[in-house]
Structures are given as structure tokens and as C-alpha cells.
């Protein structure tokens, strides 16, 4: 399996990934052979088993009682927020 | 609708996105209420910060089992969680927590009443748990757009329908009527203009006759009747001139523009449509016993089809009557304690409601009543008309008086000497004085000029400030006049 | 020498008052300065909140009161998020970020009085097998420094085998504790899926990753284990029952013990000085009454596949979140959003970690997710069922942890495939869900290997008391690189 070069700027576009047009090929080259990897499943005989979503059969999501229990810590989760302005975080225009 | 309009069929689809009414959100314990300061209810599991894991609200998942068995539909004993992957701002996690291929939900109904008065069933192809969006602002921003997350991880449940709506007013109906039906449900508090509850119209036109479905616009994100009904009959035009003019439907994301009153092309929004939705590993399979249905099903309220049937035949009402009362489970209350506490006079009581109160109601831009005119003051008055110590027209005049003071039909009629005059002496008393203030009329009358009859009404009337019994009045005069 | 004291004997020691917490924290504390050059072992060191944390101990020892652990030092791989401490991951894109609350497992450790002298180094966002792919540069292996010390968890391997802590928590998801275990010669445990909460654990495959601990003994690891799991109301996915104590089920008798040896592991790619440490420790185990058998798994050679595609479309979407707005490097002057996502992601993150992302993003994409995604499921369920007829049949399951001993630093950096099938025995258990620990059982030309014992889901004490009575029998996990004895 060899993906081609739009391939892999398709997949780190929809990834939001940018990539050096020298890290191109380097991708092409290993996401092949990963595939080529991988490929190999292929040949397992799967007919009638069910995919495995989870390790632990059996569980099922568990439910929380509808209580409020956080409070407002704006300020202490936006230390880190690289641009915030009157409690928004901030990004580059969007136009709809 | 043109000749060439008439030539197509619409096909119409809608999307009803409904917030759920719960206290906290669908996966972390941060407040749901609206009008917060921004990113001031958005907890760490709502931003997405590495390490945070969603568990489930029951509360949410009960709200949706409720929806589906009031659409009749079935309840999936097992649905999963999936991951839909796209980048945006307002999705903190870069991707929405939602069911993709076992929702909740599946396979219900709904009936919708046509203009012409028939009947119409609307398939519910789902509906599914979600987590809604934050929200993007765009002004005073010095050119930036700013992201508050506080209403990501508000639980919705998105009803899709089947494609049975044939035009816009049809897609109105159902809206509304999914509308009344949730907040009958009290799952959604339905508030249009906070966003509680939006849709997305799928719209498209095949030639009348074609089994073959045309190429279908998705018109995002409408938050009115009103603009539901417009942006889809700009869109079916649009449709129709287009494909009329030798073009090409495009499948596309638009967004209705209220002031050009327009649909437009939305560029932005992930180009490539790919998903690349998978079963969220951070929740595991949502498994409904027949336990939690049962108690959902036990829970359910008179639905709103169901009640309107009953006060039809429990009231007498018609269906048109019965219809408009049940339209919110707010005013059936309040017709039922109206109708309840003047026994015997359902149509009085429905003429009331849906008459006097729904217009000063409306005038004041009002929900309901039970602020201003709690049932039982209205029930006060309409037993004053019912017993006939007032007419129906100084009734009015009482009604007025009680909605500007607040104060008790009886209070009312007693302060201001408006008791119906029923002594029938009074009255003769009265119709005597009025026969000897005006010979000449009444000689006409004796002379076979019957239309001033209503002269000595009015007369009368005006003798006894309108307090006059007018039937006791109508059948004392007959009997006076002619001498 | 402080260091040499074993987790269970400094806890016993500091409530017998033989030394203090704030002695022990300072003489780690030396040892982890000291070693820094060579080893790289830490990203963070946080020398004056365990210096506070010690004296507080040291007053609640004085008081009588405290926990199993109350001024034990340890230290936490830096992908556990701590309240107000930097939490990299190993990554650009984290390099300034500080958490804003404790993982669960954090706090627990926190609870039980363990004392944290400081973040580990791993291989960024655990995407690795040597500890070569952090933003922080390599880590290297206490035994030898022109060897990498496996990864992910590398610096917390690599730290616990230098003495540098006597434990150190670590994740696993394909092999990330086990396979640094065995290559830095040291004892590490993997517990069952959803026995350890995953709250606060910065995501890499979410249906695989599993927290567990690096110690130089099963009892120490039992001990640390005892306090690090249970039910957390927090995790969806963490399992509701209750935790044995694992201390006080180390010493029963190995005598009727079903021990099934994996015939899959024993393959080509084994190295045969390694196979025979693995013959030699399971004629321990047939000495101590165990009964020997081999047992196939046939499907299990496919594990590697199914994990590569598994892992990389749970990552695709797991690291979708680091987008440069709420937190996390940004790029310089977005020209406009894309940009501000695209440079902002491109540049933080690393070369590995973007080869996952685009693996995942490719097969879980449209018209690739039937063949892949689904496929892989498919095929882990078959594994899956593998195991559980193995368990039908033995108690535990034992083979090597790693097909060979640690390799030189670079040696594979330029091929990721070779770099992958490092974790062709460990990736099973993962795919299972299923406890698997390692404990060195030797050497190959100077450098140790370890022998891997995995069990049925919950049965941690079982391979705990296996590897106990094993540590009982040999000595091998008393070893230390002579640099750092």
C-alpha cells in the first residue's frame, strides 16, 4: 500500500497538522509501510465476530445524578490559555 | 405559487435540536442555567483539558427515554457513545461526544394537523444524546473572535425527522408541535431565543411525480417559526429557479439571513465533510433496563393529542377549541381549574380563555396567566355571568378593572354598583319612565315601526348604567310597548 | 546507603522512626541532581514542595498519624496532571503547561502520604519503546547511557533502577511500564483495564492505557498498586470493586499452579539468550510447584497490527484537543485560524507523535474505516478470546517481556516499524485488557531482561504473588547498575 503525496496532505489537513515539505516523503515512506503493516489483518478470518469496542466485556456506562458541583474557576482554568480577553478565549477571526 | 412552482415537489426534512432541561450538563457537574458570565459555568471536562474523562447525567438519558416513548417510538435497550471528529472553536475537545450508529432513540411518530384540518403522521426516523457547542462571539473583539465554552456539554437530544414534510407550513406545524410536546415532557424549556431549541431544515425538490429524491441544502441552526417557514420557502425558490434556469442543486451547508431574508452558502465550516466517527472509548455502552422504561413510561403526563381528545369530549369543546387549549400544558391547566371551578360552563370558561385573557395576555407580551389572573379570579368572574348578577358585556368592563388591580370580580361589581338589575319592578319602573320620556317614538312603534324596539333597549340600558337583565329587559318591554 | 532500602522497608522504617521523611527526600533528591546528566530521568523536580511535604510528614509520623505510604519519596511519569506543577507529557505542546487539579491517582498517592519529588521524562504524549521521542531529549539506561532504558515510561524505569525513587508511577498502553521494566531490570505491574482510574491521566489510546507502578520488587509494587487502585466515580470506565490487599497475598505457595508458557512468543524474533533466561526463571517457577504447560494463542502474533491501528485513531482524536486555545503551545501570528491550528499543532508536536495522529486520522477516515478500524476490532476480539480459552486452561500465562534487551540509543529511531515490534509481547494484554507485570529474570552481555507474567482480568494479586515467590527465589531484582548501587 503506497499513499500518495495529496494522500497524506489530505490526512494532515484534516489532522490540522502543518508539515515541512521535506517531512512530506518521510510520511509517505512510514504511513506506507504501517499500512503495509497493518494490511495484514486482512488475511484473519473475521466472519461473525463482533468488533471490540472495549477490554472489559459486560460493563455498561454507569449514571451520574443530575447535581451541579462545579463552581466558577475561570480565572485559575485560563492561567494557561494562551489569549483571553473579559473571560473569552480568543482566536483568529471566524467567518460564517 | 406560480404555475412552474406547482410543477415541483418539496421534500423536507427537519432536525430539532432540543436542550434538555437538566441542572448540570451531559458529562460533568457544571451548571447548565443560561446567561452566566462567559466560561464562567465551563468545567474542565466541558474545556477538554488533558486527563478529563465525561460521565454520564441520568437525568439526561431519562429526559430522551421520555421523549421517545411520547413519540411512540423504540427505546434501544443498548446505544453507544460515538466521537465526531472536526475542528472548530467552539468544540473544545475537537470532537462532540454524540450517538452515531445506536441512538437512544429510533423509529417514532408524530401527527400534525393540516390547514384543511386533516391529519398528517411525521416519522421520526431518531433521536439521539449529544452535547451542544459553546459559542463563538464576533463584535468588540478588536477583530479576534472570542469562545464561550459555557454551553458546551449542555445535553440535547437531536430529533431527526423521516423526509415527510412537503412544504414550509408543514414543517412549521411539526416544529411546533415537537415544541409543545417537549415541554409538555418538561425536557426542554423551549426557549427559542436563548437557543433551547433550533433546527436545521434539510430542503429539496424532485419533479411532482419522481420517487427519486433531489439534491438536498441544509439550512443550519434556525431559531424561529417564523424563520423556519421563510428561510424554507426562500430555499425551495431558490431551489426551483435554479435547477429551472439549467443549474445544479448543490449539497451544502446554508444559513438563513433573517434581515436579507435569504439563505447564503457557508463556506467555512470543515470543507471536507469527514467525521471519522468511532465509538467513544472514554464511555461505555449505554444499557436501559426494563425497569428505568417502565418507571420513564409511569412518569409520562396526559400528552398533549391525548388531552385535547379528552377535552373534547369531557368539555364539549371543539376540536379547533380543544386544540388551541392544549397548545401548551400551561393553558390546559389553567383552562381545566377555570372549567372546574364554574361547573357546568366549559364553553364559557374556553370563549374566556382563549377571548379576554389570551388578548390581554398578548398585549403584555405574557406567557400565562397565572401571574396576573390566577384561574380561580378568572372562575370568580365568569361565575358572576354564569349566575347572571352581570351581563357578559359589563363582564368585560369587571375583567378590565380586575387585570389593572389585581382585585376580585365580586370586589368589582360591588364597589362599583355594577350587580345586574334582575327586580323585574326596577325594570318596569324604568321601561314606564322611558315610555313617557319619548311619546313620539313610542307611538311610532305602536304604528308598526318594529326596528325601535332596540331604541327603548338602548334607552333602557342607558337608564340603568347597561345593569338591565337584558333578557328579563327584552321580555318586559315586548309585553310593555305594545300597550 | 538510604537507597538501597527497599519501598517497604522505608515505609517501615520512617514509622519506626529509623530516619526521617525529610532525610530520605534530601538524600533522593541528591541522587536525582546528581544523576541528571547522565540519565535525564526527570522533567521536572519539585525539591521544595517535597521538602514541605516531607517535614509535614515527618509530623504526622511524630503524631501517629498518616498512611501506608506517609513520607515514602516517589515520584510521577509526566502525564499524571499535579495541581500547580508543570505537566509536559513529554511534549512542546505541553512544555508550559501547568494542570489546574490532581489525577486521581495522584491524589490517592497524595492521600496514602507518598511524598513527590518530581516529574518523569517519557516519550512524548507515551508515544515510544525507547524514550527517544521526547521534547525533553532521551532518557538513558542506568546500566549502561549508550543504551536507551525502553519506553515509554523510560524516565520513571530508568529512575526507580538508578535508585533515584523507590517507586515511580508509569502508564502503559502497549508495553510503556513492562518493556522499560525489563530493560532497566526492575519490576513492573500493568493492573487489569479499569482497575486503576484513568482520571487525570493525560489520554493517548483511551481503551488501552492503564496506569500501574515501577518498583525494584513485587512488594513493593503490591504495596503502591494497594493504594494507587480502586473505583473512581470520576472515570466511566473504571471498574466498582473492591481492591484485595495485595501486600497480604504476596506469600501464598506457588505448589498447583497452572503456568502456561506462550508458544507465539517464543518466535524467531526472540532472542535466544533471552529465551533461555525466560527457560531458566520458569524452571524456578516448576521448582516452587507450578505445573508447566505451553499454551497457543494463535491470534496473538496479530497483535501488533490490530494495536497500530487501535491506538492511532483513539490518538487522532485524543490529541485533537491541543489546538493552541485554551491551553498548550500556540503558534506565533496566526494569519488566521487554520493556520493558528495547523502551525500551533505542527509545531508541538513531534515527529512520532504526528505519524500517530495521521495514522489514526487516515483509518478511521471515510471508506478506510470498515477495513481498518473495524477490521482491528474484529481481530482484537479474537485475541481477546484467545486469552480467555488460555485462562480456561492455566492460571497465569508467562513468555519474555521484550524480544531483546535494550538496544543502543538511535539504533532504531530511523525505522518506526523495527521501533514498533518492541512491544510484540506486551501489546496482548493491552488489546485484553488483562493485569501483566515484568521482573527481571537476568541478563543478556551485561544488559537485563525480564520475564512477563499476565493473568485474568482482576487477578493482580495472583501474578503479584507469583513474581513475589519468584523475587523470593532469585536475586536478580536486588541488582543495581554498579554506577548507582
Known sequence: MSLTRAQIENIAHLARLELEPAEIPVYQESLSRILDLVGDLERADTAGITPMAHPLPGLTQRLRPDEVTEEDRHELYQACAPQVAAGLYLVPKVIE | ???????????????????????????????????????????????????????????????????????????????????????????????????????????????????????????????????????????????????????????????????????????????????????????????????SFRCDANVSVRPKGSEKLGTRAEIKNINSFRFVEKAIQYEIGRQIELIESGGKVVQETRLYDPDKDETRSMRTKEEANDYRYFPDPDLLPLVLGEELIERVRKDLPELPDEKAARFSSQYGLSAYDAGVLTASRDLADYYEEVARAVPGEPKLAANWVMGELAAALNKENLESGSGKMPAARLAGLLARIADQTISGKIAKEVFEAMWADGQSADAIIESKGLKQITDSGAIERAIEEVMAKNPAQLADYRAGKDKLFGFFVGQVMKATQGKANPTQLNELLKKKLPG | MIHRNSLTQLAAGLRAGKFSSVELVRAYLARIEASQPALNAFISVTGAQALEAAHAADRDIAAGRGGALTGVPIAHKDLFCTAGVRTTCGSRMLDSFVSPY????????????????????????????????????????????????????????????????????????????????????????????????????????????????????????????????????????????????????????????????????????????????????????????????????????????????????????????????????????????????????????????????????????????????????????????????????????????????????????????????????????????????????????????????????????????????????????????????
Open chain 2, 1 to 195: 405559487m406560480s404555475g412552474a412552482e406547482s410543477s415541483w415537489e418539496t421534500v423536507i426534512g427537519l432536525e430539532i435540536h432540543a436542550q434538555l432541561a437538566t441542572r448540570s450538563k451531559i458529562f460533568s457537574g457544571a451548571s447548565t442555567a443560561y446567561g452566566a458570565p462567559p466560561n464562567a459555568q465551563a468545567s474542565l471536562i466541558d474545556l477538554g483539558f488533558p486527563g478529563v474523562l465525561p460521565v454520564l447525567n441520568g437525568e439526561a438519558v431519562r429526559m430522551a427515554v421520555r421523549f421517545g416513548l411520547a413519540v411512540g417510538a423504540r427505546i434501544a435497550r443498548q446505544s453507544v457513545f460515538a466521537r465526531k471528529n472536526y475542528f472548530y472553536p467552539d468544540l473544545p475537545k475537537g470532537y462532540q461526544i454524540s450517538q452515531y450508529e445506536l441512538p437512544i432513540v429510533a423509529q417514532g411518530a408524530l401527527e400534525i394537523v393540516l390547514d384543511d384540518g386533516r391529519r398528517k403522521r411525521i416519522g421520526i426516523t431518531r433521536a439521539h444524546l449529544e452535547e451542544d457547542a459553546g459559542k463563538s462571539l464576533h463584535e468588540g473583539l478588536g477583530g479576534l473572535t472570542g469562545v464561550d465554552l459555557n454551553r458546551a456539554g449542555t445535553p440535547l437530544i437531536e430529533i431527526v425527522s423521516e423526509p415527510d414534510l412537503r412544504c414550509a407550513k408543514e414543517a412549521v406545524a411539526y416544529m411546533k408541535k415537537v415544541h409543545t410536546l417537549v415541554r409538555y415532557l418538561e425536557i426542554c424549556d423551549g426557549n427559542m431565543q436563548e437557543g
Open chain 3, 102 to 485: 490532581d489525577a486521581t491517582v495522584v491524589a490517592k498517592l497524595k492521600a496514602a502520604g507518598a511524598v513527590t519529588l518530581g516529574k518523569l521524562n517519557m516519550d512524548e504524549f507515551a508515544m515510544g519503546s525507547s524514550n527517544e521521542t521526547s521534547y525533553f531529549g532521551p532518557v538513558r539506561n542506568p546500566w549502561n547511557p549508550e543504551f536507551v532504558p525502553g519506553g515509554s515510561s523510560g524516565g520513571s524505569a530508568a529512575a526507580v533502577a538508578a535508585r533515584l525513587v523507590p517507586a515511580a508511577t508509569a502508564t502503559d498502553t502497549g508495553g510503556s511500564i513492562r518493556q522499560p521494566a525489563a530493560l532497566c531490570g526492575i519490576t513492573g505491574i500493568k493492573p487489569t483495564y479499569g482497575r486503576v482510574s484513568r482520571y487525570g491521566m493525560i489520554a493517548f489510546a483511551s481503551s488501552l492505557d492503564q496506569g500501574g507502578v515501577l518498583t525494584t520488587s513485587a512488594q513493593d509494587a503490591a504495596l503502591m498498586l494497594r493504594e494507587m487502585a480502586g473505583f473512581d466515580p470520576k472515570d466511566s470506565t473504571s471498574v466498582d470493586a473492591p481492591v484485595p490487599d495485595y501486600v497480604a497475598e504476596l506469600e501464598a505457595p506457588l505448589a498447583g499452579l497452572k503456568v502456561g508458557l506462550i508458544k507465539e512468543f517464543l518466535d524467531e524474533g526472540l532472542d535466544r539468550e533471552n529465551e533461555r533466561r525466560i527457560r531458566d526463571a520458569v524452571a524456578v517457577l516448576e521448582r516452587l510447584g507450578a505445573s508447566l504447560c505451553e499454551v497457543s494463542l494463535p491470534n496473538l502474533p496479530r497483535s501488533v497490527p490490530v494495536y497500530y491501528v487501535v491506538a492511532p485513531a483513539e490518538c487522532s482524536s485524543n490529541l485533537a484537543r491541543y489546538d493552541g486555545v485554551r491551553f498548550g503551545h500556540r503558534c506565533k501570528d496566526p494569519r488566521d485560524l487554520q493556520d493558528l491550528y495547523r502551525r500551533s499543532r505542527g509545531e508541538g508536536f513531534g515527529a512520532e507523535v504526528k505519524r500517530r495522529i495521521m495514522t489514526g486520522t487516515y483509518v478511521l477516515s471515510a471508506g478506510y474505516y470498515d477495513a481498518y478500524y473495524l477490521k482491528a476490532q474484529r481481530v482484537r476480539q479474537l485475541i481477546a478470546a484467545d486469552f480467555k480459552h488460555a485462562f480456561g486452561e492455566v492460571d497465569v500465562l508467562v513468555g519474555p517481556t521484550s524480544p531483546t534487551a535494550a538496544f543502543r540509543v538511535g539504533a532504531k529511531t530511523a525505522d518506526p516499524i523495527t521501533m514498533y515490534l518492541n512491544d510484540i509481547y506486551t501489546i496482548g494484554a493491552n488489546l485484553a485488557g488483562l493485569p501483566a507485570l515484568s521482573v527481571p529474570c537476568g541478563f543478556v552481555e551485561g544488559l537485563p531482561v525480564g520475564l512477563q507474567i499476565v493473568g485474568p482480568h482482576f487477578a493482580e494479586a495472583r501474578i503479584l504473588n507469583v513474581a513475589h515467590r519468584y523475587q523470593l527465589e532469585t536475586d536478580w531484582h536486588l541488582k543495581a547498575p554498579e554506577r548507582f548501587s
